[in-house]
C-alpha cells in the first residue's frame, strides 16, 4: 500500500464528518494543508505555530480549514495521523519475502531503526512527547497508529515464519511488541534528548534485538 493510500485513510478518519472533499482539487488542498503544517510544525513546535502561518504558506481559505480540520489542535491530530500512516508505508515496503528468519528479521528491523532515528520522526517525536499531556488525543493517536501499527508490521513477520500450531496469537503479538520496543526505545529517547546514537550503537542495538528475537523463535518452533 502506498504513503499516498494511507494518507487518504488518514483524511477519512481526521476530516470532518461534515466536510468531504467533492473534487480532485479539494483534496489537493487537503494534501497541501497536511504537508506545510507539517513542515511548520516540525520548524516552530506546536505552540508557535497560527493558522495563519499555515493559510499564507498553502494557499487555502481559513473557511476550508476549518470546515476540514477544526480548529488548530485538530488540524495537528491529523498531522500526526497523516506522519504515522507515511512511517507505516515506508515500513511497509521493506520485503522479507524468501529470506529465511534471521535474515529477514535483520532487514526489517534495520530498516525501521533506520526509518524511527531519520531527522523528521526525531523531531516530530520531541513534538508528540511535548504535547500529549496537554492533549491525550495526540498520545492515544500516535500510540494506537504509531506504535501499535509498528508491532503489527513485526507481527506479520513473525506469522509468516511462525504458525497457529507452534505459537498462539497471543505469545506472537507480546513478541512483536518487546522486538519493536527494544529496537528503538533507548536510540529514540537518546537521539530526541542528548544526541543521535553513533553507527556502533545502532548496530550493536539490533544485534542484540535480532538474537533475543532468534532465541524466541527458536524455542517457538522447536
Known amino acids: ?15 470532518s464528518k461534515e466536510f468531504t472533499p467533492p473534487t480532485p482539487k479539494g483534496r489537493e ?11 511548520l510544525f516540525l520548524e516552530l513546535g506546536y505552540d508557535s505555530v497560527t493558522l495563519d502561518d499555515v493559510i ?3 494557499g487555502g481559505s481559513r473557511a476550508t ?21 507515511k512511517f507505516s508505508a515506508e515500513l511497509c515496503q521493506i520485503s522479507y519475502a524468501n529470506l529465511d528468519f534471521s535474515t529477514g528479521f535483520y532487514k526489517l528491523a534495520r530498516g525501521y531503526v533506520t526509518l524511527a ?14 504535547t500529549a499531556g496537554r492533549f491525550p ?3 492515544a493517536l500516535w500510540y494506537h497508529q504509531g506504535v501499535n501499527a509498528v508491532s503489527q508490521v513485526f507481527y506479520d513477520f513473525l506469522r509468516s515464519h511462525i504458525s497457529v ?3 498462539s496469537d497471543e505469545a506472537v503479538k507480546m513478541l512483536a511488541d518487546n522486538v519493536q ?20 550503537e545502532v548496530s550493536a542495538t539490533i544485534d542484540a534485538v535480532a538474537a533475543l528475537a532468534s532465541r524466541a523463535f527458536a524455542e517457538l518452533t522447536e
Open 56 to 58: 499564507a504558506k498553502s
Open 181 to 200: 520496543g527494544s529496537l528503538v526505545f533507548c536510540l529514540l529517547n537518546q537521539a530526541a534528548v542528548l544526541q543521535k546514537p553513533s553507527d556502533t
Open 165 to 167: 500450531t507452534d505459537a
Open 137 to 139: 488525543s495526540v498520545g
Open 65 to 85: 480549514l476549518y470546515r476540514a480540520f477544526g480548529g488548530k489542535q485538530q488540524l495537528f491530530e491529523a498531522v500526526v495521523q497523516d506522519f504515522c500512516a
Open 29 to 39: 488542498r487537503l494534501d497541501s494543508f497536511l504537508t506545510v503544517s507539517t513542515d
Open 117 to 130: 532515528l531519520s531527522e523528521r520522526q526525531v523531531s516530530f517525536y520531541r513534538i508528540v512527547m511535548g
Open 1 to 15: 500500500m502506498s504513503w499516498q493510500t494511507y494518507r487518504f485513510l488518514a483524511w477519512n478518519m481526521t476530516v
